[in-house]
Nanobody, 126 residues
């Protein structure tokens, strides 16, 4: 599985960006997919995730009601729509895929994801 993230850039606070993550693999629709981010000098943190098998989506508290994760299986693409951006959202954003068995609470844990994109930088100016 190969993942290619894109869509990052420089935006003013309050603005919007949409990140994309193009994936290879014939069984993309079965993957659990996620976005993580890493700010300068900080640990990588969970942002959002979604399984293939249900409609539930998972978000870290700081992005709820601002970010939306979605997928288009016909295009093998994962998205992260980011609205009302804040300077603290500045980070490199990574997409990730889990192709194994169903995961529960670990969906927010980076170590369960075996495949990662290269990251795309989002900079939010104040």
């Amino acid at each position: 599985v190969q993942l290619q993230a894109s869509g990052g850039g420089l935006v003013q606070a309050g603005g919007s960006l949409r990140l994309s993550c193009a994936a290879s693999g014939r069984t993309f629709s079965s993957y659990t997919l996620a976005w993580f981010r890493q700010a300068p000098g900080k640990e990588r943190e969970f942002v959002a995730a979604m399984r293939s098998s249900d409609v539930n989506k998972y978000y870290t508290d700081s992005v709820k009601n601002r970010f939306t994760i979605s997928r288009d299986s016909a295009k093998n693409t994962l998205y992260l729509q980011m609205n009302s951006l804040k300077p603290e959202d500045t980070a490199v954003y990574y997409c990730a895929a889990h192709t194994g068995r169903y995961i529960t609470s670990a969906i927010r844990t980076s170590t369960v994801y075996g495949y990662w994109g290269q990251g795309t930088l989002v900079t939010v100016s104040s």
